[in-house]
């Protein structure tokens, strides 16, 4: 079966970097586009950014475009958020979902928690 | 960009009863491909998102068939038949017909009377 495990969160001061991963397993990791989407503390779901199956293509929200990077080593099976200059907003739980058809985000982990705070 | 909207913000339902809920985007979601990426997700309490309905009205693997999607251009709607008590959550609509931007929106909070 699909899973996907997070990791990486913490409690992190404003203007500081982190990086999360995502370790998938259950499916041919290389053939599929992965999301990150991420969800502040009693609010609704924000997409994040989403890469190509083989790391061609990425996309970013505009709330962290130039700031977070996605990539992924299709080799190990994981897929990385580099987070840059993270402000206090950025605080959320964050998932990463697997890009089933047409890059729908259809399984989803179970999160990691980034807390920015000084 | 693509702005989602779904009504109502919250809703109270009795055991068996239908319940509906409404998602309006500022655009057509209807791609060039002749399919429409509208999606329909449930949170449940402490879980992560899972996928019910795709492009429209398509149900995901497992997804009981009390659920139903319909809907096309810019007006979309999801029904539970009979609400069961395992229903509750937060419903969300999403569209992703730019492969390089997706959009949620806000949510439907459901609950049992």
């Known amino acids: 079966q699909v899973q996907l495990v997070e990791s990486g969160g913490g409690v992190v001061q404003p203007g500081r970097s982190l990086t999360l991963s995502c370790a998938a397993s259950g499916f041919t990791f290389g053939s599929y586009a992965m999301h990150w989407v991420r969800q502040a503390p009693g609010k609704g779901l924000e997409w994040v950014a989403i890469?190509?199956?083989?790391?061609?293509?990425?996309y970013y929200a505009d709330s962290v475009k130039g700031r977070f990077t996605i990539s992924r080593d299709n080799s190990e099976s994981t897929v990385y958020l580099q987070m840059n200059s993270l402000r206090g907003e950025d605080t959320a739980l964050y998932y990463c979902?697997?890009?089933?058809?047409?890059?729908?985000?259809?399984?989803w982990g179970q999160g990691t928690l980034v807390t920015v705070s000084s | 960009d693509i702005v989602m909207t779904q009504t109502p913000l919250s809703l109270s339902v009795t055991p068996g009863q239908p319940a509906s809920i409404s998602c309006k985007s500022s655009?057509?979601?209807?791609?060039?491909?002749?399919?429409?990426?509208l999606y329909w997700y449930l949170q449940k309490p402490g879980q992560s998102p899972q996928l019910l309905i795709y492009e429209v009205s398509k149900r995901f693997s497992g997804v009981p068939d009390r659920f139903s999607g319909s809907g096309s251009g810019t007006d979309f709607t999801l029904k539970i038949s009979r609400v069961e008590a395992e229903d509750v959550g937060v419903y969300y609509c999403m569209q992703s017909i730019q492969l390089s931007l997706f959009t949620f929106g806000p949510g439907t909070k459901v609950d049992i009377k």
């Open positions: 655009q057509s979601l209807l791609y060039s491909d002749g399919k429409t990426y």
């Open positions: 979902a697997r890009g089933g058809v047409s890059a729908r985000p259809d399984y």
């Open positions: 890469i190509w199956y083989d790391g061609s293509n990425k």
